[in-house]
């Protein structure tokens, strides 16, 4: 199983400067993601190496941010003080995770500033609403090439992920074995007061860099 990308959410009034916080730290500039219509919220992406990317992302003043799960989830995130939202794994099929839990899948899109609709299925928001440090699971309707991983704009790539949790409880979520969840990433389990993803480990070209 291999991790997508992970989400940062804010306040509105401090998108633009975390963007720019984030951007800076990672040594480049993120690019406006678009609006997602259907669950009230607007991103920008940072594609990194390693077929990874850092997504920052905000609510929009709309109903829709409080209607949808995600729009619900950034929100809250949001009012917390703003942090990382949590962490995404892609896989190539949904049926089975749909399966395992339950549920069909939601379908997303969000139109480029290009004009490109990019479009995709998910499910587990509902999971991460009640339970901070379980992932959600997407799968891409799109060319890869057209996928916000597809255009690296810079060497930085995630090396570990550190998460506060019961690592034997994601390991069933996903479905995977809690020794090593990911591919290629490092999992770490930490003890902190609030589950959920604590922290980003990135090795760039001038060393690491955690956020």
Do not use: C
Not at 80 to 89: A, C, D, I, Q
Not at 96 to 111: D, I, K, N, Y
């Amino acid at each position: 199983m291999r991790l997508d990308h992970v989400s940062y959410a804010v306040a509105r009034d401090s998108f633009v400067s975390t963007v720019q916080r984030i951007g800076s730290a990672l040594g480049a500039g993120f690019v406006d993601g678009g609006v997602h219509p259907r669950f009230g919220t607007r991103n920008f992406i940072l594609p990194l190496s390693g077929g990874t990317y850092v997504e920052v992302v905000t609510t929009l003043d709309h109903p829709a941010a409080d209607r949808a799960p995600f729009g619900q989830a950034v929100a809250r995130r949001a009012a917390e003080g703003g942090g990382w939202l949590g962490w995404v794994v892609s896989v190539d099929d949904m049926v089975p995770v749909e399966a395992r839990l339950g549920r069909t899948s939601t379908e997303g899109h969000r139109v480029r500033p290009d004009g490109f609709d990019l479009k995709w299925k998910q499910i587990g928001l509902l999971e991460l609403l009640e339970d901070p440090q379980l992932p959600y699971f997407l799968e891409w309707l799109v060319p890869i090439e057209e996928r916000p991983s597809a255009d690296p704009r810079t060497s930085t790539t995630i090396h570990g992920v550190s998460i506060a949790g019961d690592a034997a409880s994601i390991a069933e979520f996903l479905g995977e074995p809690a020794d090593h969840p990911l591919e290629q990433i490092d999992v770490n389990w930490v003890e902190d007061e609030e589950p959920g993803l604590i922290s980003v480990e990135f090795a760039t070209a001038h060393g690491p860099v955690t956020i």
